[in-house]
């Protein structure tokens, strides 16, 4: 009995790498490259949809980058830092990348210094 268990187990251990394996190879294949097209569709949304089409996932912190803003992206097979590139332009936040597949997007404040007498 106990080594009919050990054959489940390395064969459920085996079916698991063999479905990662899979899905690397399907994510491989578009070299990175997403096609999107949305239409004044917040940038919450937007990233929701980059996510959903992806294996990229976002952090950021809502009180510091306006969520809400609409805007319109129409891109094909672009990168994700050309996509996020144009969803960020004229704003001040800013990206960057850990773990590949995570970005943290970040808000540059102005820090105003007062004269002093």
Do not use: P, W
């Amino acid at each position: 009995m106990k080594q009919i268990f050990r054959i489940m187990k390395l064969t459920t251990f085996l079916l698991f790498v063999m479905f990662l394996q899979v899905s690397a190879g399907v994510f491989s294949q578009n070299n990175g490259q997403l096609s999107l097209k949305a239409e004044k569709e917040s940038v919450n949304n937007i990233l929701k949809l980059i996510e959903e089409k992806s294996e990229y996932r976002f952090l950021f912190n809502s009180n510091n980058i306006d969520v809400e803003r609409k805007t319109d992206l129409n891109c094909d097979s672009k990168s994700i830092e050309e996509l996020l590139n144009m969803l960020f332009v004229g704003t001040n936040v800013r990206y960057r990348s850990f773990n590949n597949t995570k970005y943290i997007c970040t808000a540059t404040r102005k820090i105003r210094f007062r004269k002093s007498h």
